[in-house]
């Protein structure tokens, strides 16, 4: 053994120890390698850099180019869709259809394209599953490479021992020559991994994207506080919109989505119409829901006893807003007419009669009539202190609204055990939430009018609320409602390629410190929801319209990813996951689709070398708007690509040394005189060896003047022993370093090292086990 072989072993043997103990990164152990072969003179300057120029190499990082414009298109969310109705099956029934699914179309494109344009589907799947990414995706993997060698063309070491075949005036193999045996060894290890390498796999998460999200989520607690609740058939709140039914003003919740009939209605604008039986997925506390469900907080009572009753204690009258009012350039809300006049405003218009809708953030002005309601003896007492001009209790016609309808009287009781007990009237949110007043309550036989809003509500008052007929029946619909499921399973029924959520932060430039979202009117501008605002360490949910916004502040939102994509824009914003804020360009699918049929039938047909079809099928999809560039650089795993550039000169080191045909002969003339299936096993186990630290596609052409020498030398089918040599190369499941399709998988599953080889070397051994017994019954040794 030489001196160069002794080195360039140390070398391997260092790097092997460096990949299995997970010390540095594999791309940094990649160009240490690279670095030392290059130093020692094991390879030249020239050869130490063909990796990064290498056909193999430019394909991989043309290839995520591509993929990422299937995936900005929503190409591949569609490819994936299929997968997507198994969401809810078990574990097995995915990992099995998964690696059915990805290595049949491994027949058709090229394994590492597979691999990458199912990536995506398959972490959709696994985060609506509820599994982690580490349980699908190395299947995934496994099952792309599997199904590669199905036909002669679909890898190149299929291609090259074609190649090689024909080059030495042989028969070359027909194009589903290999089939059979693939489907043998396809069949054997997906029945491995669904009765015994799925307990091997590991259950982490990746460092991807969807792994962000889950860790945002995670700190929202959104699975706590999301849950289902159903619209009965006979409720009031059907035919109301959104806005109209309360959920959020009053509530505080969000409603997330709607199950119709089947179909899921994601992020629901607020004009979206309720029907009965719709399941409503929202977001919020349960508490707030339960506190007025059915009669275990607020008992409805008869109003009959108690119309006159209101009526010769509680006046209405009509009042102007005048130049020195003391009013004059307030807030409704922070008038103090309530609080401190005990007066309530029924109705407001502007000085040229027209009706103010949003009452409480009405500012007053000079002109303003005001529509009151109080005991006689407080509103004369408002004109008294000069409050208000022109007060008389003649109510004038209003075509545009009608007062009996805004003085509907439903008296309700607090029984025993109501949450509404020992908390005011601000906190109960009867008046903000619903639009109703407590005109007075009914307390041990006394009665207090126009209470303060600071009133504390007591177990067994009976509230005597007024407001407008539809607001009674928003109160009575809401009562009806119950939580019908509370389940983590929830938050993974609320994205799709369109919908969202990610977190937002005011940027440093903002000018909306110390505003309301309200007074931003958010939803309205943006179209989105805010489900929660996280300051000084947790997460505020309820109130947030009225939360004035501080520095620091983070919002999760949720909505339509292109109204995202509009909010990254604001310079009052910064987005913290730009990805969840990207809108897929779905009008440019059909060019994506033409331009990826493109490479394929070009690289397939022979037209042109797989590197250039896929390098010029990336720069049609950034010429074609399918990304941008920005979009194309930021999908390169540069990491992958560094690696294969990094570890392809080691095989050109090995070639200069002669280690491989070294080793190779060795143990062909060790295994000669034993049979063939000797000679395949022996072939078959140097090659799949060598598939670990060599690029497939260099150790064929190796090992192909080997295994046809020794066809020549025993007398054995060059056809047995070249299936062997493409099969065993294809059989490379043990490394991550051994195929791009496990690289890709490494960083979004979270794999380490060792997870390739616990998994891989089984699966190496059946498929060892498969072609020993099966290739020389399908290529007979002595034809």
């Not at 072993?9 to 240490?32: K, T």
């Not at 309530?338 to 009452?359: C, M, N, S």
């Not at 007492?381 to 001009?389: G, I, T």
């Not at 003339?669 to 063939?676: K, Q, R, Y």
Request: with cysteine.
């Amino acid at each position: 053994m030489g001196f160069d072989v002794i080195v360039l072993l140390s070398i391997v043997l260092v790097a092997f120890v460096l990949f299995i103990g997970g010390w540095l990164r594999v791309d940094l152990v990649g160009l240490m390698v690279l670095s030392a072969l290059a130093l020692t003179g094991l390879v030249t300057p020239a050869e130490a850099m063909a990796g990064f120029s290498s056909p193999a190499v430019v394909t991989v990082w043309a290839l995520f180019i591509l993929t990422a414009g299937l995936t900005r298109t929503g190409i591949a969310h569609q490819l994936g869709q299929p997968l997507q109705r198994l969401a809810h099956g078990r574990e097995i029934t995915l990992m099995m259809v998964l690696m059915i699914f990805a290595s049949l179309l491994s027949a058709l494109i090229n394994t590492v394209t597979v691999a990458a344009i199912l990536l995506p589907s398959t972490m959709e799947l696994a985060r609506r599953s509820g599994y982690p990414p580490s349980r699908l995706l190395m299947p995934l993997s496994l099952g792309c490479l599997l199904g590669g060698p199905f036909t002669s063309i679909s890898t190149p070491p299929n291609i090259l021992a074609t190649d090689a075949l024909r080059d030495h005036g042989l028969v070359p193999f027909a194009i589903f020559d290999f089939t059979p045996i693939t489907g043998a060894v396809v069949a054997t290890g997906i029945a491995f991994m669904v009765l015994i390498g799925r307990h091997m796999l590991p259950s982490r998460s990746g460092d991807t994207q969807a792994g962000k999200h889950k860790a945002v989520g995670s700190s929202y607690q959104l699975d706590t506080h999301i849950f289902t609740t159903r619209i009965p058939e006979d409720s009031p709140l059907q035919g109301r919109t959104l806005t109209e039914s309360r959920l959020g003003s009053a509530l505080y919740l969000t409603v997330l989505a709607i199950q119709r009939k089947g179909v899921m209605i994601l992020a629901p604008g607020p004009d979206q119409i309720l029907k009965p039986k719709d399941e409503l997925i929202v977001h919020g506390s349960p508490d707030h829901l339960q506190r007025i469900h059915a009669s275990q907080h607020l008992q409805i009572e008869s109003s009959d006893h108690f119309r006159d009753l209101v009526s010769d204690h509680l006046f209405t009258a009509e009042a102007v807003i005048h130049e020195a009012s003391p009013l004059a350039g307030v807030k409704l809300l922070d008038s103090g007419l309530r609080r401190e006049h005990r007066i309530h405003v029924v109705a407001l218009y502007t000085q040229d009669q027209q009706p103010v809708k949003d009452l409480r953030n009405h500012r007053l002005t000079p002109g303003d009539h005001l529509i009151l309601q109080g005991e006689k003896s407080s509103l004369e007492a408002l004109s008294k202190k000069q409050v208000v001009a022109q007060l008389h209790f003649k109510i004038p016609e209003k075509a545009d609204v009608s007062l009996d309808e805004q003085m509907e009287l439903l008296p309700v009781r607090v029984p025993d055990g109501s949450v509404l007990a020992g908390h005011d009237l601000i906190e109960s949110r009867l008046g903000n939430a619903f639009g109703l007043t407590v005109g007075g309550i009914v307390r041990d036989s006394e009665m207090i009018w126009m209470p303060s809003p600071h009133e504390t509500i007591q177990a067994g008052d009976l509230l005597l609320l007024q407001g407008s007929f539809h607001d009674l029946e928003v109160l009575q619909g809401l009562q009806d409602l119950d939580i019908t499921e509370q389940s983590s399973r929830l938050s993974e029924e609320l994205e799709s390629q369109q919908i969202g959520a990610t977190e937002v932060l005011l940027s440093p430039r903002t000018t909306l410190a110390g505003r309301t979202l309200a007074s931003l009117m958010f939803r309205e501008r943006y179209g989105i929801s805010v489900l929660a605002v996280w300051r000084k360490g947790r997460a505020f949910r309820s109130g947030l319209q009225d939360l004035p916004l501080q520095f620091g502040d983070a919002l999760l939102v949720y909505g339509h990813r292109r109204n995202l994509e509009a909010l990254a824009r604001d310079p009052d914003f910064l987005v913290l996951d730009e990805t969840a804020a990207q809108a897929p360009r779905l009008e440019k699918a059909k060019i994506a689709v033409i331009i990826m049929l493109t490479v394929i039938l070009s690289a397939i047909s022979g037209l042109v070398p797989i590197s250039i079809a896929a390098m010029s099928g990336a720069t049609c999809m950034v010429l074609a708007g399918c990304l941008s560039m920005e979009e194309a650089y930021r999908a390169i795993e540069w990491k992958v690509v560094f690696l294969i550039a990094a570890m392809l000169p080691l095989g050109a080191a090995i070639e200069n040394t002669g280690a491989a045909q070294m080793g190779a002969s060795a143990l062909i003339a060790a295994v000669g005189d034993m049979g063939p299936r000797w000679v395949v096993a022996a072939l078959f186990s140097i090659t799949v060896l060598g598939t670990q630290i060599i690029p497939t596609a260099a150790l064929v052409v190796l090992m192909a003047p080997v295994a046809l020498s020794a066809s020549t030398t025993l007398g054995i089918s060059p056809h047995l022993l070249m299936m062997t040599v493409a099969m065993s190369a294809s059989s490379s499941f043990a490394s991550p370093l051994s195929h791009p399709a496990h690289l890709l998988v490494m960083g979004p599953g979270g794999y380490r090292f060792m997870d390739y080889v616990k998994v891989g070397v089984p699966i190496t051994l059946l498929s060892l086990a498969v072609c020993v017994a099966l290739l020389p019954v399908l290529w007979p040794p002595y034809p």
